[in-house]
């Protein structure tokens, strides 16, 4: 009798990742039956599921469980590990839980019926009841921890994807329309809104929880920003402004209508904050003014000092403090307990503080400013420190870090990025990535200028090597090529490439952020992005599952040239820290899943149109869940879910 052989679980403070193989094919399977059990309260929950059989229709987009509609693959995410979709309510952190997974399908001698559930919805779907029966026995997974503290260090990851079904529902979107991005803005941008408390994650009360912290060590914050604009967090700011010293560096332009003559207006994002702040802050807040488009400082950090000026805690990771960087982007934050550390942060706030840059008149005004000498100087020196007792190396890098800007002509591979790339070269079984924009690749990865056209080349050095990652621009995926100029603005506009999988490189896969469009199955149109970025992380985790070579490289830095060459950037490399590791890559699985589907997708539609096809035509009305056993063969032929070779 073919069974569950192995299952396994890891999570972060926001969702949980689970990996399960079989011995063979089960047959009569449909699928998996999955439980959540928390082992703090006992209580056993079935996990919901949105997408029904092929001959049944879910409409509404209507909650039921894995006991209606089962899991059909070998590897699932729990959503709703801390959060509910459908209410948007929110479950405490800090419990454990484990998953109990039952293969289940059509009935045959000896198999029981799966059990009535409490959470099965009967009536709310279209088409004929699936009974379904147990096809093997239970099999548990470990336990997992369901927590943000990870030592000294605590990492928060937010919900920031767009392109959901769930979120056409709380928008309460029409069927066959796009959800408003108006009501959107306005949910996100509203205080207490459940949309923005959903999608923000715990990145806006870990945001309260620092100034709190700041008024109980009755000390200072300091802090580099990039982007201000988020009305809360101006006003936390402005509430805590005598306990805050502050860089607010350049961010946003505007340029004049074409022909006026006038010239391009910069910090449109930061104006109206920096009005306020500068009102109530005076000399204590900098202003960092680039004024150009050749520089940007792109820090998001805060270092907390106690009463004494002792540095005590760093703030940092890639969400700006606006509404889209909240709660309408892929972002995380880590803040890290730790003297050393947040003394190295404070010394790098203090090299900034110095560097100070000629002031525009008026502050909108073009200014060509760069980095002096002095700080790039510093900065090409990182610091090298511990953290959790001496168990966990960590390697500041700040930027810029070169003595010019602009990437020379022999592509001289910056310093900090060397490090990465060598970490990268030294993975033994497997490289996961979150990125914007690190910057232009070549078509087939052979110049080493980005973590992805890193992650190309190693994956050719070793077919062994796994490479998962994904990415928000479509500049940055390799093969991206410019509209011509001269291009028929009446012709069909072709998408680039939204999924890269290289020749000589089996096992590395790279899809670009996308949302569905048009009808398919029971899926409806969805929103993209509330702005430019759509994944605005900048993670790279290699070996998760190895206690002693893991590592998470996170912070500000795109991962890219430009960023060391020319950016005010932090970029944090920490390795050893094993359970931070896996809550990275679950947030970085989490968000290529999610984006995999909808990017095969779109290739569909770019392949076809390459070829002067029409788009396909694809089955609207019904599920997608097979009634055969069928789909168990591309898994147990190796030709879909790869990625389980390296997670069991």
């Keep these: 009798m073919t069974n569950i052989v192995s299952a396994k679980a890891w999570c972060n403070n926001e969702v949980a990742y689970l990996a399960w193989k079989t011995d063979g094919k089960i047959n009569g399977c449909l699928g998996f039956m999955i439980t959540r059990i928390n082992l703090d309260t006992g209580e056993r929950r079935l996990l919901p599921t949105w997408v029904a059989f092929d001959t049944q229709s ?18 699932w995410r729990d959503l709703t590990l801390r959060r509910s979709r459908n209410s948007l309510a929110v479950r405490d952190a800090a419990f454990r839980a484990k998953y109990e997974i039952v293969p289940v399908g059509h009935a045959a001698p000896g198999r029981k ?10 009536g709310k779907y279209k088409g004929a009841p699936i009974p379904l029966f147990i096809c093997g026995p239970a099999f548990e997974t470990n336990e997992i921890l369901v927590t943000s503290d ?67 060590e009755d000390g ?15 006003d936390l700011l402005a509430k805590n402004q005598k306990r805050l010293k502050m860089i607010l560096t350049t961010a946003g332009s505007k340029s004049p209508p074409k022909g006026s003559g006038q010239k391009t207006k ?15 802050m005076k000399t204590r807040l900098q202003n960092r003014m680039f004024n150009n488009s050749a520089h940007i400082g792109h820090n998001k950090f805060a270092v907390l000092l106690d009463k004494n000026d002792k540095p005590i805690m760093v703030w940092t990771g890639s969400t700006n403090w606006t509404q889209t960087g909240l709660c309408a982007q892929s972002n995380n934050t880590i803040v890290i307990e730790s003297e050393d550390i947040a003394r190295a942060y404070f010394d790098f706030w203090t090299r900034l503080h110095d560097d100070k840059l000629p002031m525009p008149k008026p502050l909108s005004a073009p200014l ?16 090298k420190l511990t953290m959790d007792a001496g168990n966990t190396n960590v390697e500041l890098w700040c930027s810029p870090n070169t003595p010019k800007t602009g990437t020379p002509k022999n592509r001289t591979v910056p310093p900090d990025l060397a490090v990465v790339f060598q970490l990268m070269k030294q993975a033994k079984r497997a490289i996961f990535f979150l990125v914007f924009n690190p910057g232009r690749s070549e078509a087939d990865g052979a110049d080493i200028n980005t973590v992805v056209s890193a992650g190309i080349n190693f994956g050719r050095l070793d077919p062994n090597l796994t490479v998962y990652g994904a990415i928000s621009d479509p500049t940055a995926v390799p093969g991206y090529q ?13 998408p680039n490439a939204a999924i890269f999988s290289p020749e000589g490189a089996p096992n590395v896969l790279m899809i670009r952020a996308a949302a569905i469009d048009d009808l398919v199955g029971d899926f409806q149109r969805e929103l993209l992005t509330a702005g430019h970025a759509i994944i605005h992380d900048k993670i790279v985790v290699i070996d ?6 893991c590592v998470v490289i996170t912070g500000s830095h795109n991962l890219g040239f430009k960023a060391s060459y020319a950016n005010d950037e932090n970029m944090l490399i920490i390795r050893g820290n094993q359970a931070l590791a896996l809550a990275y890559t679950v947030h970085v699985l989490d968000v290529y899943d999610h984006y995999k589907y909808r990017a095969a997708l779109e290739q569909q539609n770019r392949d076809a149109m390459l070829k002067g096809k029409p788009k396909p035509k694809r089955p609207t009305g019904k599920g997608f869940l097979q009634t055969k056993d069928e789909w168990q063969d591309p898994y147990l032929a190796g030709d879909k879910g790869q990625e389980l070779r390296y997670f069991l």
């Design 58 to 75: 879910n409409p509404k987009w209507e909650e039921q469980d894995t006991s209606v509609w089962p899991i059909q693959k070998f590897s």
């Design 150 to 216: 990870f030592g000294d260090a605590a990492a928060y990851f937010n919900n920031g994807i767009l392109s959901t079904q769930n979120l056409r529902k709380q928008l309460g979107a029409k069927d066959g329309e796009l959800p408003s991005l108006k009501k959107l803005k306005e949910s996100i941008a509203t205080p207490g809104n459940k949309i923005r408390e959903f999608l923000g994650g715990d990145i806006i009360p870990a945001l309260a929880s620092m100034f709190k912290r700041a008024d109980e």
């Design 544 to 549: 998760p599952l190895s206690k002693d070579d």
């Design 482 to 494: 410019q509209p011509p100029k001269d291009r028929d603005k009446s012709a069909p506009k072709i």
């Design 266 to 280: 910069w910090d449109v994002t930061n104006a109206d904050a920096r009005a306020k702040l500068s009102a109530l």
């Design 368 to 383: 060509a400013s760069d980095q002096g000498k002095a700080l790039r100087k510093a900065n090409a020196t990182p610091n």
């Design 220 to 234: 200072t914050l300091h802090l580099a920003l990039y982007e201000l604009s988020d009305p809360e967090l101006i």
């Design 113 to 122: 019926p799966v059990p009535p559930s409490p959470t099965a919805q009967p």
